[in-house]
C-alpha cells in the first residue's frame, strides 16, 4: 500500500510544529512517522514533537529544499522499510524552505509510487498583517499549497483574519482555508480516506538558492537568570526572524522550560524532562544574514548565565 506524504509549509514561526504536534496527538490509532527539518545545527523541533507518533527522524543544519534534499529521499526510502510500515508520512519543512523544491524532490518515480504527496498544508499566522503574504518566499509556500491553515487566530486583531483570508484567496483561489485554533485541523481533512493515488504535480521551475537567513546556536551548561533573558531578548528582539530554545532557570532548578519567539512575541512555558546528554542550555537564533553577529549573540547570552 503507498504511504500518502503530508508536507507542512509555512514562514518561521508560523505553527507549523504545533499543528504536527496536534496531528500527532490525535492520531486515533494511525501509525504516523514524522520528518522534522529545522535548519540550525540543532533541531529545537523535533525535541518539541510529541512521542505519539511512530518515530521522529530529525533532519538538522541544512535545510531540505537544498543542501538536505538526498538525505530527505534517503530518510523516506528508510521509513518505507520499517516494519511495520507507517500508514502516513508528515514531513514538516524549516519555515525558510521554498517547498517548490521538496515537491520536486518527491517527484522522483520511486517515491511517487510508494509514498506519494498527498497534501500540501501552508500554516499561515494571522496575527502578522496580511502584507507579509508579498515576500516572496511566502508567496512561494502558499502557491503549492492544497489547504491553507490560519494559526494565532486568537491574537489576531479584529478583522485581521478576515483580511488574511481575502489575501490569501487573491494568491490562492482553490485551496481550501481553515482556521488551526493552537494547532487544531480535522486530521481527515488532512488525510482524506481514498483509494485514488494523488496525480504528480508540476512545481514549477527551480529557483537559484538564495541565502536569506542564518541560524546561531548558543548553548551551555548552566542555568539562566529569567529577568536577564528577558532584557536581553528585549535588546535582540529587533534583530531577530525566530528564536526558540530550551533551557533551566535559576528561578525554577529542575524544570526544563521552551522558549519561544515569533511574530515579535516571546513566550516561555514548561517542557519536558530535558533529554540526557545535552546541554541545559541550547537556543537557536535566526536572523537575516548580517544581520546579527555571533560575539554580539555570544556576549549577550553569556550575561544570562546566572551567578553561582
Ligand atoms: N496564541 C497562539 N500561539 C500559537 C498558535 N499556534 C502556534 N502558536 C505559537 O507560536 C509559536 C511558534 O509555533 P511553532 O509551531 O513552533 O512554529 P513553527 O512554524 O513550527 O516554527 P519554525 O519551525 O521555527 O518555523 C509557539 O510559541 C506556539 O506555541 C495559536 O493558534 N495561538
Known amino acids: 500500500m503507498p504511504v500518502p506524504i503530508l508536507l507542512v509549509t509555512g514562514f518561521l514561526g508560523a505553527g507549523k510544529t504545533t499543528v504536527v504536534n496536534h496531528l500527532l496527538a490525535h492520531a486515533e490509532g494511525r501509525r504516523i512517522a514524522a520528518v522534522v ?13 510529541a512521542d505519539a507518533s511512530d518515530g521522529v527522524v530529525s533532519l538538522a543544519n541544512g535545510c531540505i529544499c537544498c543542501s538536505l534534499e538526498g538525505d530527505l529521499l534517503r530518510t523516506l526510502s528508510t521509513l518505507l522499510r520499517r516494519d ?19 515537491v520536486r ?8 509510487r510508494e509514498a506519494p504527496l498527498e497534501t500540501v498544508l501552508c500554516v499561515i499566522d494571522a496575527a502578522t498583517p496580511a502584507a507579509a503574504l508579498d515576500d516572496a518566499l511566502q508567496r512561494s509556500q502558499l502557491r503549492v499549497a492544497d489547504i491553507v491553515a490560519l494559526s494565532k487566530l486568537d491574537l489576531a486583531g ?4 478576515a483580511r488574511m483570508r481575502e489575501a490569501i484567496r487573491a494568491q490562492r483561489v482553490l485551496a481550501v482555508v481553515v482556521d488551526a485554533r493552537h494547532g487544531e485541523i480535522p486530521s481527515a481533512l488532512l488525510f482524506p480516506a481514498s483509494d485514488r493515488a494523488p496525480a504528480p ?18 548553548t551551555s551548561d548552566h542555568q539562566l537568570s529569567l529577568p536577564r533573558l528577558q532584557q536581553v531578548i528585549g535588546k535582540l528582539a529587533p534583530k531577530l526572524a ?8 535559576v528561578e525554577q532548578p529542575g524544570r526544563q522550560m521552551v522558549f519561544q519567539f515569533a511574530g515579535g512575541r516571546a513566550t516561555l512555558a514548561p517542557g519536558d524532562a530535558p533529554a540526557p546528554g545535552m546541554p541545559r542550555a541550547r537556543i537557536v537564533f535566526i536572523a537575516e544574514l548580517g544581520v546579527l553577529a555571533k560575539a554580539e549573540l555570544d556576549a549577550l547570552m553569556d550575561g544570562c548565565i546566572a551567578s553561582p
Open 84 to 102: 511495520p510500515r507507517p500508514e502516513y508520512i508528515v514531513i514538516e519543512t524549516s519555515g525558510v524552505a521554498d517547498p517548490a523544491d521538496i
Open 201 to 218: 504535480r508540476e512545481p514549477g521551475p527551480k529557483r537559484p538558492a538564495e541565502e536569506r537567513f542564518e541560524t546561531l546556536s548558543w
Open 242 to 249: 525566530r528564536a526558540k530554545g530550551l533551557f533551566e532557570t
Open 158 to 161: 479584529e478583522g485581521a483574519g
Open 105 to 112: 524532490n518527491l517527484m522522483d518515480p520511486v517515491i511517487l
Open 37 to 49: 527539518n529545522d535548519f540550525g545545527a540543532i533541531n529545537i523541533d523535533a525535541e518539541l514533537i
